[in-house]
């Protein structure tokens, strides 16, 4: 066997004990992108419409109203047909009259209704001037009359849909019949007319409140824990690059819970769900996307 100078065998050692001492050295990978921080649960914010919509209290009264009566005088209530409450096709006989000169007369229904009132007892006279027998809400049309604001009067229009909510009678739908052309000076408030049509008997003046919707809006959507105000002004947190960034917007309308971003945020911005004063520009944070339920 051949043998190595003496020379070249120590620069062979030197290099196979520095590769040993290379190897033998943990790998370390620089990750600066990995998670540091608190934990923080954020939310994709996404596109969602919101109704604008503006609200008028007041009371319930019939469109038109009609009252009956017979047509001649000396007459008396023999028999009733009909009560208060109950509804009623025009030509319904809704009572009979005993005539002085014998024979009977029938009281009828003029239009179709709901039969608002009634003083219609056995025995009672009945005249063309006296108390009215009856009188009946016309085709079952009622106007809640009620107030609104002097600033949201101009965002009102005739037919917007409204929903009319009624102690003891639900939710009714309805439309602007109608918008007053002044406002209550006193109360700086203005007067709208809601058309609303029930086969069942609505309290006459009993109060309700309806809910117009004069608009739609679509935009970015966070919850309203996301938004903070601050003397700086409307903010929202979002996480960048696992870091905290703090971005001015500019919000509008809020339903359910969520408000809308009209400006300052796209849509997919990871943002804090429940924003805070722990959490400050820069700070470094563990993103955990909120599930579907929470989010919602």
Known sequence: MRSLPARSFSRTF????GLAL?????????????????AVT??????????????????????????????????KVTEVLAEAGETTTAGQVLARLALPEGGTLQVTAPVAGVIATSTAQIGNPASAK??????????????????????????????????????????????????GPTVEPNIQ???????????KRLLLNASGRALIKTGQSCN????LT???????????????????????VETGLMSGGNIEVRDGLAEGDIVVARAGALLREGDPVRPVMASADAAK
Request: hydrophobic share 40%; with cysteine.
């Open 42 to 75: 954020v939310l994709k914010a996404a596109k969602s419409c919101f109704s604008d919509i503006v609200e008028a209290t007041g009371s319930i009264i019939a469109r038109e109203e009609t009252s009956v009566r017979p047509e001649r005088p000396g007459l």
């Open 189 to 199: 408030q203005g007067m709208v007319y809601i058309g609303i049509s029930s086969q």
């Open 226 to 248: 996301s938004v903070q105000y601050s003397s700086a002004g409307t903010v929202v947190q979002v996480i960048r690059r696992n870091r905290v960034e703090t971005k001015r």
């Open 130 to 179: 006296g108390e009215a027998l009856f009188t009946i809400v016309a085709r079952s049309e009622y106007d809640l009359v009620g107030l609104v604001a002097t600033n949201d009067v101009r965002k009102l229009a005739v037919n917007q849909p409204t929903t009319v909510r009624i102690a003891g009678a639900g939710d009714i739908e309805g439309k602007v019949r109608r918008i």
């Open 22 to 38: 290379v190897s033998a050295q943990p790998v370390l990978a620089a990750d600066d992108d990995a998670p540091k921080g608190p």
């Open 14 to 17: 030197a290099a196979l004990a």
């Open 220 to 223: 970015v959507a966070v919850p």
